[in-house]
């Protein structure tokens, strides 16, 4: 038997509905309208406020939740969400307990009145699941009702089996696209990282710092999408909604973080609720009447 039948048999879902089924679901459900993924650091500012502010971007509409398990070396990060992952590990925060709370933050997705489907993905770095252990990370991700993973240093061309764990489970392992990639590399990315939907970075460096939508950006988010075929979701940077604008037609998906950390942060220095203004920050950034 081949390691990844092998792989499947553990793993597999049957005929039930698997993660990169859910991912999918979002992009055949809606062809024409600009997808909202959102990310935050699980446990901060600490978790009780973490899983409101979760809920909080159910409830605003966003489609996709990228929830990140906090460690002490987030080198694509900027330095707002490097100190969110400190805080979030100085207040208790560990992978199991993230888990759980996606597992209730789960439950709130898809019990909600009305609501749409919704995916979660973990973002994580490779140390904190090498950690855990691959196969017990994957099949307790699975467990509490996460979709698929993003790993920013977990790269293609190396003997790790976590993408193939993942794939065999029927998590997406979702590939990060950066701006010099040639086409050979993307097709070979993607071969190995089974995902509906590919992340473009819209440019080098690390997160937080807003990112300009040029013709030259556009250009290479156009190649992306010729190149994989899949739904392309494009995040670093994204703060405001003229930004959003400036991706409309060309992306399937937006994604957002940093801007949410300022807004946590701002929100309990003035006495506000955090989830609540994080919540009147994705409505306006997705350009909607936040009466309606």
Known sequence: MSWHRF???KYGKGDSVTGIDRIRQIFQENTTGLR???????????METSEAILCAMIDA????????????DPAADGSMIVAANHQALANG???????AMIGRVRRHADTRAGGGVTS??????LNPVLAYGEHAFVQDASEVGVDGFIIPDCPPDEKDMLPEISSAAGLAFVPLIAPDTDDARMEMICRRFISPLVYAVLRYGVTGR???????????????????????????????????????????????????????????????????????????????????
């Not at 909202?36 to 600490?46: E, F, I, K, L």
């Not at 509409?61 to 002490?72: K, N, V």
């Not at 925060?93 to 888990?99: D, M, R, S, V, Y």
């Open 93 to 99: 925060a560990t992978t199991k307990k993230i888990l």
């Open 36 to 46: 909202c993924m959102t990310h935050a650091v699980g446990g901060w500012p600490d």
């Open 210 to 292: 807003k990112s300009v939508i040029d013709a030259g950006t556009k250009k290479y988010l156009e190649r992306i999408q010729r190149v994989t075929g899949r739904a392309l979701a494009a995040g670093f940077g994204i703060r405001e909604r003229d930004q959003v604008e400036a991706l409309q037609g060309v992306v399937d998906c937006f994604v957002a973080g940093s801007v949410f950390i300022s807004t946590v942060t701002d929100a309990i220095a003035s006495g506000k609720s955090p989830a609540e203004a994080v919540q009147k920050h994705i409505v306006a950034l997705q350009g909607q009447d936040q009466n309606g």
């Open 7 to 9: 792989l499947r048999n």
């Open 120 to 125: 979660i993905l973990v973002m994580s770095y």
């Open 61 to 72: 509409g966003a489609d996709i939740l990228e929830i990140q398990l906090p460690f002490s």
